[in-house]
């Protein structure tokens, strides 16, 4: 596979690029997160999505523990170079943590951030009772 594509790509200080997780038939934003080069080569080269997370330090391959995999159909660059969008399709239908469809969860009504989205599963019964996510 020959990565001098990711040479185009803007890094930051830390070697990371922020990504945001679409839904390839709805466009809605599905989530955000972090890769690095080794996360974005990997996506374009097994088409699931994989990411860097920074609170545990390590590549994360989106799905791995929950069973939601992020199925990429593509990659895009913005025009900064700076930015990625994975067109995604969601396994399972959900891709936040909290057992929701969208990360993306909480509006601003009335000066507050209210819930606006119902959890589909609970996350005990996604990754296992006393998991800290």
């Not at 038939?25 to 690095?36: I, K, L, P, Q, S």
């Not at 390590?58 to 159909?73: A, D, I, N, R, T």
């Not at 993306?104 to 996350?123: A, M, Y």
């Amino acid at each position: 596979m020959t990565t001098n594509w990711l040479a185009e790509i803007k890094w930051d200080e830390k070697g990371l690029v922020p990504v945001i997780a679409q839904d390839e038939t709805t466009g809605r934003v599905m989530m955000f997160a972090y890769a690095n080069a080794d996360a974005v080569a990997l996506t374009a080269q097994k088409h699931t999505a994989h990411y860097w997370t920074r609170s545990r330090q390590k590549l994360w391959h989106k799905g791995e523990e929950s069973g939601h995999f992020q199925h990429v159909s593509s990659i895009q660059l913005d025009c900064d170079g700076d930015v990625l969008i994975y067109k995604i399709r969601q396994e399972g239908g959900i891709a936040c943590h909290t057992g929701r469809e969208s990360c993306f969860f909480r509006t601003l009504q009335n000066g507050q951030w209210e819930v606006t989205e119902d959890i589909l599963k609970d996350p005990s019964a996604i990754y296992g009772a006393g998991h800290s996510h």
